[in-house]
């Protein structure tokens, strides 16, 4: 059990460990701001122990910064904890040590949004935590009390359990953007057989496609992919295309945007909102 207070005037709370009467978190005389486009939320932690808030390239202790959340598709610079080096995955978890230092705590931030964590570091060993987002609302799941490896599970038992990935999945696997045609890839394939190294998978980048445009093939640039895959699979090698969220609105004749676009469930871009 843990003790929790909540405060009125202004508004906070506190969880605290019933057996030390020490707090594992508080927001007490905290900043607590809620805009349309913009929420913070100030916690203040018991350490400077803290981990998470993936996905980055970075040491796996955070220290003080801007932790950036938002799924980006750029390459993966070190995260100087000054904002903008996120990559692919949002993880919004945090691990943090109590005050009992054999012990931590977690915190899940159930949010889709872009999320700008900071971090600051204060008095006596401890942190202040200002978790900020850009809208969806601050919903916050807490688990107390454990070891590292018992507050992951709790957090799993929230988010759901790994899957057992396929055997073939934890093979070796060659990709790049570079592989501009099938050529390059048939090259790439070879030059692992003559090195004789083993090859599980070949992911095709998006050049295969015909103007970049989702389920189709560039038949100029990859004009036997149907062989190259037969191929692949008769040396028991799988062959993986990628395929970009987005379709284009230029594309006016494929039946996907069609049908999308006749159920209004397309959502129009913010980089490009003509397209």
């Not at 796996?60 to 692919?88: I, S």
């Not at 949004?113 to 850009?134: C, E, H, R, V, W």
């Not at 993986?240 to 397309?266: E, W």
Request: charged share 15%; aromatic share 14%; with cysteine.
């Amino acid at each position: 059990m843990c003790g929790f207070q909540l405060f009125n005037n202004p508004f906070g709370f506190q969880f605290t460990d019933d057996r030390t009467g020490n707090a594992y978190l508080s927001t007490e005389n905290s900043a607590f701001i809620m805009q349309d486009k913009y929420m913070q939320l100030d916690i203040n932690l018991p350490s400077r122990r803290i981990f998470g808030l993936g996905e980055r390239t970075k040491d796996f202790l955070l220290g003080e910064g801007t932790w950036t959340m938002w799924a980006n598709g750029q390459e993966t610079p070190f995260d100087d904890g000054k904002g903008g080096k996120q990559t692919y995955g949002v993880h919004p978890f945090m691990l943090v040590q109590s005050s009992t230092k054999s012990e931590y705590f977690g915190l899940f931030f159930r949010n889709s949004n872009a999320m700008s964590p900071i971090i600051q570091y204060t008095d006596g060993g401890k942190a202040l935590f200002s978790y900020i987002t850009t809208g969806g609302q601050i919903e916050i799941y807490f688990m107390f009390k454990g070891d590292p490896g018992s507050i992951i599970s709790q957090y799993h038992n929230i988010i759901g359990k790994p899957t057992l990935t396929p055997f073939w999945s934890l093979g070796w696997h060659a990709s790049a953007y570079a592989y501009q045609n099938q050529s390059d890839i048939q090259n790439n394939i070879d030059g692992y057989a003559a090195a004789d190294i083993p090859l599980e998978g070949i992911w095709l980048d998006i050049p295969y496609m015909n103007k970049y445009y989702d389920f189709t093939v560039d038949t100029v640039k990859f004009p036997s992919l149907k062989n190259l895959t037969d191929t692949c699979h008769a040396n028991g090698q799988r062959v993986i295309p990628i395929i970009d969220a987005g379709i284009s609105s230029n594309d006016t004749q494929n039946k996907y945007f069609a049908a999308a676009a006749a159920n209004n469930s397309l959502l129009r871009s913010t980089a490009f909102p003509d397209e």
